[in-house]
């Protein structure tokens, strides 16, 4: 990969960082190096980074705030980018509703802030869910039986031919996890929320609720982890299950391999108590898998992202 640093600096104008390491830049605190790392703050500098990669050959991989994201222990061989475009603005405001735009990687915490502070409702159940507008959209985040997908009015993404469009609601294909995104590999840029009015008192209470009843379930703030590792599986007749409760019945409350270990808190939280590696994780989760399918017939699939050294390019 010789060459790269300085065609990156040739192309973007501002240097690369080279050998950071991923733990530093994830929740869950796990990963070695990254060959090189760049975060764009603006859309002139994602384009031109996401130029340089594909004239360098070099592999990227985009990411937000790393709240969802299993980086491996030997790090990632190419450029992780994180999009750190910011800005939010009102586009209109009525009686009946309001459109919020929002840059990519502004924080979904900072959007729910900014739309409480204009009297606008909608939004709440993004409450104490951690990492950007990007992460959000991109895995159609949501809690308390509400998720993105449910308020986002449309979106502004990248294409790999570097052409940006603007994507409806239904474009984007959201559906329980998942949005277009994911199967497409486009970058969010930004996303414009259709939200109502709300009486203020009303929504800091509904805040306060869905705060206190996370904080019921959740490990402590500090805790290094990924929020719910599973997703819920649902049966054949649609009807959900929780993973947690599978999990729970087949003996994880405790596991551990490794520094990994199931949370005390909650059978689907798999968290890095000491110095858990990738493969640590990835055992731990795999046992979990066997157990819930001998005993249930049921393949629990991640919700988590694990990113290998050598993953995809997207
Ligand atoms: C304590 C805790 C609680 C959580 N609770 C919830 C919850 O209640 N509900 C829930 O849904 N999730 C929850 N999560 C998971 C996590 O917060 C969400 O998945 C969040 O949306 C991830 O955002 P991020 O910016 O950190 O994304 P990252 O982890 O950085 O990235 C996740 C994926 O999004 C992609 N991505 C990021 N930005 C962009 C972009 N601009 N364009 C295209 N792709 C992009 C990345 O490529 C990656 O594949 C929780 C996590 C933690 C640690």
């Known amino acids: 990969m010789g060459g790269f640093p300085e065609l990156f600096l040739e192309r973007v104008g501002k240097p690369l960082g080279r050998g950071v390491l991923l733990k530093d830049v994830s929740n869950f605190r796990i990963g070695g190096p990254a060959d090189f790392f760049f975060e ?3 859309e002139s500098d994602l384009r031109a980074a996401l130029g340089a990669a594909r004239e360098g050959g070099v592999r990227r991989y985009v990411m937000g705030g ?97 052409r940006a469009v603007r994507a409806g609601r239904d474009d984007l ?51 290094a982890y990924a929020g719910s590792y599973f997703k819920n599986p649902a049966r054949p007749d649609g009807t959900k299950l929780a993973a947690g409760h599978l999990l729970e019945q087949v003996g994880a409350r405790g596991m551990r391999v490794g520094g990994a270990a199931v949370s005390a808190c909650h059978c689907n939280f798999l968290v890095n108590e000491a110095d858990a590696s990738a493969a640590d994780v990835l055992a731990l989760a795999a046992e979990l898998k066997a157990r819930v399918k001998a005993r249930f017939g049921i393949e629990l699939e991640e919700e988590v992202i694990f990113l290998p050294a050598d993953g995809p390019s997207l």
């Open 40 to 42: 764009a703050g603006t």
């Open 66 to 162: 790393g709240f969802n994201l299993l980086f491996d222990d030997a790090g990632y061989r190419g450029l992780l980018i994180k999009v750190g475009l910011r800005g939010m603005t009102v586009e209109t405001a009525s009686e009946s509703g309001f459109l919020f735009r929002a840059a990519s990687g502004e924080s979904a915490g900072d959007l729910l802030k900014f739309a409480v502070a204009r009297g606008c409702g909608g939004l709440e159940f993004l409450a104490g869910i951690p990492g950007t507008v990007g992460g959000a959209v991109f895995g159609n985040a949501g809690a308390f039986g509400r998720a993105v997908g449910d308020v986002l009015e449309d979106a502004l993404v990248l294409g790999a031919d570097g």
């Open 173 to 223: 294909e959201f559906s329980y996890r998942h949005s277009k995104l994911k199967s497409r590999h486009d970058i969010l840029l930004e996303a414009t929320f259709r939200l109502r009015s709300g009486d203020p008192a009303a929504v800091e209470a509904k805040i306060a609720e869905y705060l206190a009843l996370r904080a019921e379930k959740h490990p402590p703030k500090k805790t």
